[in-house]
Antibody, heavy 116, light 108 residues
Framework: EVQLVESGGGLVQPGGSLRLSCAAS????????MHWVRQAPGKGLVWVSH????????SYADSVKGRFTISRDNAKNTLYLQMNSLRAEDTAVYYC?????????WGQGTLVTVSS | SYELTQPPSVSVSPGQTARITCSGD??????AYWYQQKSGQAPVLVIY???KRPSGIPERFSGSSSGTMATLTISGAQVEDEADYYC???????????FGGGTKLTVL
């Protein structure tokens, strides 16, 4: 079964940092681009970032560029999102998703709350 | 920055056809994708590359795209189809992705 499991969310103060992880199983992780998508409470989906199969190509939404860094470890079948200089508006559920002619599947999400 | 525009809400009776639109300037050259998100759940892909249906998605879900508008059609909508629906596509540079604002479908 193809599965993605996010972890690393929690409560962090404004200006702080957090690293999210996404553990993949059930498919050849190294063969797929991967994405992070977030959803603020009661709001819509927002694309955050994606990374190529070997990590050599990345892209970010303007709202996180320069603060967030996406990376992957194909040996560990794990995707990461390093989030620095966090702001209240970064509060959201963060989902990882596999790119397979569309984002399929998605993980269950991990909640990040930025608050003092 | 690039935007995809969807109506905030669509309402139909069970058995009727629901159509949800998504407009964006790059859609003539970029594929549209559609995701269904039920309350408290992660999104699910229902249409990819404008009109293709992933395995396991009911045949009543279909997609089309013409010019700057993509459309998700649910033929014979059922109560279980009540959800938020999001379109998704690349911007004109092809290097960033964007979601539409989402459409809440009510079936009652």
């Amino acid at each position: 079964e193809v599965q993605l499991v996010e972890s690393g969310g929690g409560l962090v103060q404004p200006g702080g940092s957090l690293r999210l992880s996404c553990a993949a199983s059930g498919f050849t992780f190294s063969s797929h681009w991967m994405h992070w998508v977030r959803q603020a409470p009661g709001k819509g989906l927002v694309w955050v970032s994606h990374i190529s199969t070997d990590g050599g190509s990345t892209s970010y939404a303007d709202s996180v560029k320069g603060r967030f860094t996406i990376s992957r470890d194909n040996a560990k079948n794990t995707l990461y999102l390093q989030m620095n200089s966090l702001r209240a508006e970064d509060t959201a559920v963060y989902y990882c998703a596999r790119d397979n002619w569309g984002l399929i599947p998605w993980g269950q999400g991990t909640l990040v709350t930025v608050s003092s | 920055s690039y935007e995809l525009t969807q109506p905030p809400s669509v309402s139909v009776s069970p058995g009727q056809t629901a159509r949800i639109t998504c407009s964006g300037d790059a859609l003539p050259k970029k594929y549209a994708y559609w995701y269904q998100q039920k309350s408290g759940q992660a999104p699910v892909l229902v249409i990819y590359e404008d009109s293709k249906r992933p395995s396991g998605i009911p045949e009543r879900f279909s997609g089309s795209s013409s010019g700057t508008m993509a459309t998700l059609t649910i033929s014979g909508a059922q109560v279980e189809d009540e959800a938020d629906y999001y379109c998704y596509s690349k911007d004109s540079s092809g290097n960033r992705w964007v979601f539409g604002g989402g459409t809440k479908l009510t079936v009652l």
